[in-house]
Protein backbone atom coordinates (compact mmCIF):
# COMPACT_ATOMS: atom_id res chain seq x y z
CA UNK A 1 0.00 0.00 0.00
CA UNK A 2 0.96 3.89 -0.18
CA UNK A 3 1.00 4.11 3.21
CA UNK A 4 1.96 3.04 6.38
CA UNK A 5 0.10 0.17 7.70
CA UNK A 6 -0.48 -0.89 11.30
CA UNK A 7 -2.20 -4.26 12.53
CA UNK A 8 -4.16 -4.91 14.42
CA UNK A 9 -6.02 -1.96 14.67
CA UNK A 10 -7.56 -2.88 17.63
CA UNK A 11 -6.50 -5.43 20.55
CA UNK A 12 -8.09 -6.36 23.46
CA UNK A 13 -6.50 -8.40 25.98
CA UNK A 14 -6.33 -9.24 29.91
CA UNK A 15 -3.85 -8.08 32.39
CA UNK A 16 -0.68 -9.71 32.33
CA UNK A 17 -1.07 -11.01 28.59
CA UNK A 18 2.11 -10.61 25.87
CA UNK A 19 0.69 -8.50 22.55
CA UNK A 20 2.75 -8.14 19.46
CA UNK A 21 1.54 -4.81 17.02
CA UNK A 22 3.09 -4.83 13.62
CA UNK A 23 4.00 -2.19 11.44
CA UNK A 24 4.97 -1.73 7.96
CA UNK A 25 6.38 1.11 6.80
CA UNK A 26 6.27 3.37 3.72
CA UNK A 27 8.57 1.26 0.52
CA UNK A 28 12.02 2.30 0.66
CA UNK A 29 11.12 4.73 3.93
CA UNK A 30 14.76 3.67 6.13
CA UNK A 31 13.43 5.56 9.36
CA UNK A 32 10.82 4.06 11.44
CA UNK A 33 9.30 5.51 14.94
CA UNK A 34 7.11 4.28 17.54
CA UNK A 35 5.13 6.67 19.35
CA UNK A 36 2.33 6.33 22.24
CA UNK A 37 -1.28 8.45 22.20
CA UNK A 38 -2.85 8.58 25.90
CA UNK A 39 -6.20 10.11 26.01
CA UNK A 40 -5.40 14.08 26.88
CA UNK A 41 -1.65 13.71 26.49
CA UNK A 42 0.74 14.74 23.42
CA UNK A 43 2.26 11.98 21.43
CA UNK A 44 4.60 10.11 23.64
CA UNK A 45 8.04 8.57 21.55
CA UNK A 46 9.04 5.53 21.90
CA UNK A 47 11.59 4.33 19.82
CA UNK A 48 13.42 5.17 16.67
CA UNK A 49 15.18 2.50 13.89
CA UNK A 50 17.16 4.20 11.04
CA UNK A 51 18.68 1.69 8.60
CA UNK A 52 21.05 -1.00 10.50
CA UNK A 53 21.97 1.73 12.80
CA UNK A 54 21.49 0.62 16.65
CA UNK A 55 17.84 1.67 17.47
CA UNK A 56 17.20 4.81 20.01
CA UNK A 57 15.14 3.32 22.46
CA UNK A 58 15.55 6.22 24.94
CA UNK A 59 11.39 6.67 24.86
CA UNK A 60 10.49 3.16 26.04
CA UNK A 61 9.08 3.35 29.22
CA UNK A 62 9.86 0.01 31.43
CA UNK A 63 12.08 -3.06 29.96
CA UNK A 64 7.99 -4.79 29.39
CA UNK A 65 8.38 -3.06 26.02
CA UNK A 66 10.57 -4.50 23.37
CA UNK A 67 10.74 -3.43 19.78
CA UNK A 68 12.22 -4.74 16.66
CA UNK A 69 12.51 -4.20 12.68
CA UNK A 70 12.99 -7.01 10.54
CA UNK A 71 15.31 -6.48 7.51
CA UNK A 72 15.01 -2.78 7.56
CA UNK A 73 11.49 -3.06 6.95
CA UNK A 74 8.94 -4.58 9.16
CA UNK A 75 8.46 -3.48 12.75
CA UNK A 76 7.35 -5.20 15.54
CA UNK A 77 6.49 -3.53 19.36
CA UNK A 78 6.03 -6.36 22.02
CA UNK A 79 4.77 -5.33 25.36
CA UNK A 80 5.27 -7.95 28.16
CA UNK A 81 2.87 -8.63 30.99
CA UNK A 82 0.55 -5.96 29.91
CA UNK A 83 -0.93 -3.65 32.40
CA UNK A 84 -3.83 -1.36 32.75
CA UNK A 85 -1.82 2.26 32.30
CA UNK A 86 -0.64 0.35 29.39
CA UNK A 87 -3.67 0.78 27.37
CA UNK A 88 -3.31 4.01 24.62
CA UNK A 89 -3.06 4.15 20.82
CA UNK A 90 0.19 2.89 19.57
CA UNK A 91 1.58 4.84 16.20
CA UNK A 92 3.69 3.75 14.03
CA UNK A 93 5.52 6.56 11.27
CA UNK A 94 8.06 6.14 8.95
CA UNK A 95 10.37 9.28 7.08
CA UNK A 96 12.60 8.94 4.03
CA UNK A 97 15.22 10.07 6.13
CA UNK A 98 15.82 11.33 9.90
CA UNK A 99 15.46 14.81 8.78
CA UNK A 100 12.26 14.19 6.64
CA UNK A 101 8.96 14.69 8.07
CA UNK A 102 7.10 11.52 9.31
CA UNK A 103 3.96 10.10 8.04
CA UNK A 104 1.84 7.98 10.81
CA UNK A 105 -0.19 4.92 10.49
CA UNK A 106 -3.94 4.59 12.08
CA UNK A 107 -2.27 3.03 14.72
CA UNK A 108 -3.47 0.07 17.18
CA UNK A 109 -5.87 0.80 19.93
CA UNK A 110 -4.42 -1.13 22.73
CA UNK A 111 -7.21 -2.28 25.32
CA UNK A 112 -6.50 -3.51 28.65
CA UNK A 113 -8.87 -5.26 31.00
CA UNK B 1 13.46 20.36 29.44
CA UNK B 2 12.05 20.76 25.71
CA UNK B 3 8.05 21.77 26.00
CA UNK B 4 5.62 21.99 23.69
CA UNK B 5 2.31 23.98 24.05
CA UNK B 6 -0.45 24.59 22.41
CA UNK B 7 -3.30 26.76 22.42
CA UNK B 8 -6.66 26.90 22.81
CA UNK B 9 -7.20 23.46 23.65
CA UNK B 10 -10.86 23.89 22.00
CA UNK B 11 -12.25 25.77 19.58
CA UNK B 12 -15.58 26.16 17.77
CA UNK B 13 -16.33 28.56 15.02
CA UNK B 14 -18.76 29.23 12.32
CA UNK B 15 -18.47 28.34 8.78
CA UNK B 16 -15.83 31.00 7.13
CA UNK B 17 -14.98 32.90 10.78
CA UNK B 18 -11.23 32.69 10.52
CA UNK B 19 -8.94 32.38 13.46
CA UNK B 20 -5.46 30.82 14.46
CA UNK B 21 -4.39 28.09 16.88
CA UNK B 22 -0.73 28.68 18.87
CA UNK B 23 1.87 26.82 19.30
CA UNK B 24 4.72 28.06 21.79
CA UNK B 25 7.72 25.72 22.23
CA UNK B 26 11.01 25.92 24.02
CA UNK B 27 13.21 23.98 22.46
CA UNK B 28 17.19 24.86 21.95
CA UNK B 29 18.16 24.16 19.23
CA UNK B 30 14.92 24.34 17.50
CA UNK B 31 15.27 21.71 14.12
CA UNK B 32 11.95 21.84 12.29
CA UNK B 33 8.59 22.62 13.75
CA UNK B 34 5.70 20.13 12.06
CA UNK B 35 1.71 20.98 11.96
CA UNK B 36 -0.31 17.69 11.57
CA UNK B 37 -4.22 17.31 11.54
CA UNK B 38 -5.69 14.27 13.14
CA UNK B 39 -9.19 12.62 12.30
CA UNK B 40 -10.46 10.62 14.95
CA UNK B 41 -9.48 6.88 15.05
CA UNK B 42 -7.00 7.88 12.54
CA UNK B 43 -3.35 8.68 12.69
CA UNK B 44 -1.83 12.08 12.09
CA UNK B 45 -1.77 13.23 8.91
CA UNK B 46 1.24 15.68 7.64
CA UNK B 47 0.61 19.77 6.81
CA UNK B 48 3.73 21.69 7.16
CA UNK B 49 7.24 21.48 7.65
CA UNK B 50 8.65 25.24 9.17
CA UNK B 51 12.66 24.91 9.69
CA UNK B 52 13.41 29.10 10.72
CA UNK B 53 11.30 32.48 12.02
CA UNK B 54 9.58 34.02 9.18
CA UNK B 55 9.02 31.07 7.93
CA UNK B 56 5.33 30.60 6.21
CA UNK B 57 3.87 27.54 4.50
CA UNK B 58 0.32 27.36 2.55
CA UNK B 59 -2.18 25.14 1.66
CA UNK B 60 -5.65 25.76 0.80
CA UNK B 61 -7.35 27.48 3.53
CA UNK B 62 -4.36 26.84 6.06
CA UNK B 63 -0.92 29.01 6.52
CA UNK B 64 1.57 28.24 8.83
CA UNK B 65 4.29 30.64 10.17
CA UNK B 66 6.94 30.54 12.84
CA UNK B 67 8.37 33.29 15.00
CA UNK B 68 11.84 32.30 17.64
CA UNK B 69 9.21 31.14 20.01
CA UNK B 70 5.95 30.26 18.11
CA UNK B 71 4.38 28.99 15.44
CA UNK B 72 1.12 30.03 14.68
CA UNK B 73 -1.87 27.89 11.87
CA UNK B 74 -4.00 30.64 10.72
CA UNK B 75 -7.68 29.06 8.72
CA UNK B 76 -9.08 31.05 6.64
CA UNK B 77 -12.58 30.89 6.29
CA UNK B 78 -12.58 27.44 7.33
CA UNK B 79 -15.21 24.71 6.43
CA UNK B 80 -17.09 22.00 8.53
CA UNK B 81 -14.36 19.26 6.75
CA UNK B 82 -11.48 21.91 8.15
CA UNK B 83 -12.89 20.11 11.77
CA UNK B 84 -10.28 18.11 13.56
CA UNK B 85 -7.37 17.78 16.01
CA UNK B 86 -4.19 19.94 14.82
CA UNK B 87 -0.94 18.72 16.30
CA UNK B 88 2.42 20.88 16.12
CA UNK B 89 5.75 18.70 16.97
CA UNK B 90 9.45 20.34 17.16
CA UNK B 91 12.07 18.37 16.28
CA UNK B 92 14.31 18.21 19.77
CA UNK B 93 17.63 19.07 20.07
CA UNK B 94 19.01 15.99 20.68
CA UNK B 95 18.53 14.84 17.14
CA UNK B 96 15.91 15.95 14.05
CA UNK B 97 13.91 12.40 14.63
CA UNK B 98 12.92 12.72 18.12
CA UNK B 99 9.68 14.95 17.68
CA UNK B 100 7.98 16.50 21.12
CA UNK B 101 4.21 16.94 20.67
CA UNK B 102 1.66 19.06 22.12
CA UNK B 103 -1.69 18.32 22.84
CA UNK B 104 -3.49 19.34 20.22
CA UNK B 105 -6.16 22.00 19.52
CA UNK B 106 -9.56 20.30 18.70
CA UNK B 107 -11.35 22.44 16.37
CA UNK B 108 -14.73 21.98 15.54
CA UNK B 109 -16.53 24.40 12.55
CA UNK B 110 -20.05 24.69 12.27
CA UNK B 111 -22.01 24.53 9.19
Known amino acids: GAGVSQSPSNKVTEKGKDVELRCDPISGHTALYWYRQSLGQGLEFLIY????????KSGLPSDRFSAERTGGSVSTLTIQRTQQEDSAVYLC???????????FGDGTRLSIL | EDQVTQSPEALRLQEGESSSLNCSYT??????LFWYRQDPGKGPEFLFTLYSAGEEKEKERLKATLTKKESFLHITAPKPEDSATYLCAAGDSTGTYKYIFGTGTRLKVLA
Open chain 2, 27 to 32: VSGLRG
Open chain 1, 93 to 103: ASSASSNQPQH
Open chain 1, 49 to 56: FQGNSAPD
